[in-house]
C-alpha cells in the first residue's frame, strides 16, 4: 500500500524582492519528521510560512492529507497545525505562559494542559513573567511547549532551537522525539544544527537559492559520502564513485566516494593499501549535494 501522504506541493512558487522561491514540487509522507535544510536565504522559512499560510504562494498548489483547499485553509485542519515561527507573534506579549496557554486552549481541541505545564517545568520557563519580558531562550521554549500541547498532526518548526542553551537544547529534542513516539505526526524542522537533524530527522530536503534540490533519507545521506587516504599510484578517477580528489603533501592520495565498498574493493584488488575512511560531516555532504552530487537514492 502507498505511504500516506501529510502535505504534496505542486509547483508552489513566491516570488520575493531578490529572488523567487519555487516552483516547488515536493511530496511530505505523513508521520516522518522532515529537516529542511539550505543556506540562509535559500527559502526555507518562506516554504513554511506558505504552508501556514502566513505568506500566500503566488502559484501553484498545496494538498494536505490528499485534499486540496482553495483561499484559507478551513479551521478543523488549522487546528492540527502546531507552528513555532522563526520570531514569536505579538498578540501574546502582555500574557503570561498560563494565560497565552488558556488562550490557545480555546482554538485547540486536543489542548493538554497537563502536557504544557510539565514541558514548561522539564524546560525550566519561569511562569510568572510575561511573554514579552522572557529572554529569547525562554519565549523560545514557550513556544515550543505551547505547539507541542496544542497535540497537533503536523509541526512546523522554525530553527526551534535558535537562542536554546545545550541542557534546553537537549530536553527540547526527547520532548520531540517522544512526541513522535505516540503516533503518526509529521514535523518539518527548518535548521542549521547538524546534530539537530543526525537526532531528529528521517529525511532531508535541502533548499538552495530558492530550488528544492531534492529529498533524502538522512541515514543515506549520512552514510553514503566517505573520504579514503590510500597509497598508491592508482589513478582516482578509476575508483568507483569519486567526486574529488587530492594528492597530500605526503604523498598519499585523498579521494571522496559515494561508493566506499566499490571503491574499497578497486582498491584492495589492485593491491593499494587504504589507510584511513571517514564519514563526511552533513555540512560537507550539503555542499557537494548543492554542487550537483546528489544522493543517488531519490524520493
Ligand atoms: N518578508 C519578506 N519580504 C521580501 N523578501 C523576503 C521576505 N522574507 C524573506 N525574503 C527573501 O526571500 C528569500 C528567502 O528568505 P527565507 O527567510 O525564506 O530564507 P531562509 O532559508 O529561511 O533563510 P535563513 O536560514 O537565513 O533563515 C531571501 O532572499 C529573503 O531576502
Avoid: C
Avoid at 524582492?17 to 511530505?28: C, E, F, N, Y
Avoid at 513556544?143 to 541542557?167: C, V, W, Y
Avoid at 520531540?176 to 542549521?192: K, P, Q
Amino acid at each position: 500500500m502507498a505511504e500516506p501522504i501529510a502535505i504534496q506541493l505542486n509547483g508552489v512558487s513566491k516570488m520575493r524582492k531578490r529572488r523567487v522561491i519555487g516552483p516547488i514540487d515536493l511530496t511530505i509522507p505523513e508521520g516522518y519528521v522532515v529537516a529542511i535544510l539550505g543556506h540562509n536565504g535559500s527559502g526555507k522559512s518562506t516554504l513554511l510560512n506558505m504552508l501556514q499560510q502566513i505568506v500566500l504562494p503566488d502559484s501553484g498548489e498545496i494538498i494536505w492529507f490528499g485534499q486540496e483547499h482553495s483561499g484559507l485553509l478551513p479551521i478543523e485542519l488549522r487546528q492540527q497545525i502546531g507552528f513555532v515561527a522563526d520570531d514569536s507573534g505579538l498578540e501574546e506579549n502582555r500574557m503570561t505562559p498560563q494565560e497565552a496557554a488558556d488562550f490557545r486552549s480555546h482554538w485547540y481541541p486536543r489542548w493538554d494542559m497537563k502536557l504544557f505545564r510539565q514541558l514548561m517545568e522539564d524546560m525550566d520557563v519561569p511562569s510568572d513573567v510575561k511573554l514579552t519580558k522572557m529572554s529569547k531562550g525562554e519565549r523560545r521554549k514557550f513556544e515550543i511547549a505551547a505547539a507541542l500541547a496544542a497535540r497537533p498532526k503536523i509541526l512546523l518548526l522554525d530553527e526551534p532551537s535558535s537562542g536554546l542553551d545545550p541542557f534546553a537544547w537537549k530536553v527540547m529534542v526527547e520532548q520531540f522525539r517522544d512526541y513522535m513516539e505516540g503516533g503518526d505526526t509529521t514535523i518539518l524542522i527548518a535548521t542549521h544544527i547538524a546534530d539537530e537533524v543526525k537526532r531528529l530527522a528521517d529525511y532531508i530536503v535541502l533548499m538552495h537559492r530558492g530550488q528544492v534540490l531534492g529529498m533524502a533519507e538522512k541515514d543515506l545521506v549520512l552514510e553514503q559520502w566517505k573520504e579514503i587516504w590510500y597509497e598508491g599510484e592508482l589513478r582516482p578517477e578509476s575508483i568507483p564513485g569519486v567526486v574529488e580528489s587530492f594528492r597530500e603533501e605526503n604523498g598519499l592520495i585523498r579521494v571522496i566516494t559515494t561508493r566506499v565498498s566499490e571503491a574499497q574493493e578497486r582498491l584492495e584488488l589492485s593491491n593499494h593499501r587504504v589507510l584511513q575512511i571517514r564519514n563526511l560531516e552533513l555540512g560537507e555532504v550539503l555542499e557537494y549535494w548543492i554542487a550537483g552530487y546528489a544522493p543517488v537514492q531519490w524520493r
